[in-house]
């Protein structure tokens, strides 16, 4: 019986050694993986948290981006139809002033939709824990009315560039000039910007903005070019 039985715990120790040399393995990998999510999935292992920068950098340079390319479209649209350098002035502060409010009121109320719906989910988890349907952890719940400030600020941060860059030059060409070459430097700075808070790479971010602006620019310009020769 002694050879028997001790042929049938061979097997059963063969097959226990994997497991057993495997455990310390997955073991030692965890922590490289506790790296990577403590660095934000930086394939640098810099650190940094990129994903965590994407919703207020988004905010910051979209608004930026908004106002400068909104107001100096603005601009070069009516200095296409009427030369003056008041009515491209005063076409710009409009084109600020109104720009930034909707901005504001747009962020405020997209941010608020996510406040409510975070809430309800609070109440919802709480009232499965305990019955009550508690208050909750709110600390970390977006503010609407610091989102509305912030992002009429960084529109009225971008406009401000062109309009007071080509707002009081007198002559119509060095105006136009002006404005397309301020708003060609704003546009590149943002885009390497965000490229370099966002750890993207500068050289396609700052093309790739400042292409978009210059489209929108020209179309604007033209237009309202051949609205102004119609309707002469």
């Not at 120790?13 to 999935?41: F, N």
């Not at 394939?43 to 340079?61: E, F």
């Not at 610091?146 to 119509?172: E, I, Q």
Request: hydrophobic share 50%.
């Amino acid at each position: 019986m002694a050879p028997a039985d001790l042929s049938s715990h061979v097997p059963a120790a063969a097959d226990a050694a994997p497991k057993s040399l495997a455990k310390p393995k997955q073991e030692e990998i965890s922590p490289a993986a506790a790296d990577v999510e403590a660095g934000g999935g930086s394939p640098g292992g810099d650190g940094v948290n990129y994903a965590a920068r994407a919703q207020w950098l988004r905010a910051a340079v979209l608004g930026a981006n908004d106002g400068l390319v909104s107001v100096a479209s603005l601009m070069i649209g009516v200095g296409a139809v009427n030369e003056s350098r008041r009515a491209m002035l005063v076409s710009g502060v409009a084109g600020l002033v109104s720009g930034a409010c909707s901005m504001a009121i747009g962020e405020y109320v997209s941010v608020y939709a996510q406040y409510d719906i975070e809430v309800a989910q609070i109440k919802r988890t709480r009232r499965g824990q305990d019955g009550d349907g508690g208050s909750g952890d709110r600390s970390n719940l977006p503010s609407p009315t610091l989102a509305a400030g912030a992002s009429a600020l960084a529109f009225a941060a971008g406009g401000a560039l062109p309009l007071l860059s080509g707002g009081f030059v007198r002559a119509w060409a060095g105006r136009v000039a002006a404005v397309c070459t301020a708003s060609s430097v704003g546009l590149a700075g943002f885009g390497v910007l965000g490229a370099y808070l966002g750890g993207a790479s500068a050289v396609r971010s700052g093309a790739r903005v400042l292409v978009g602006g210059w489209l929108a620019m020209a179309t604007t310009f033209g237009a309202l070019k051949l609205f102004g020769v119609h309707a002469a």
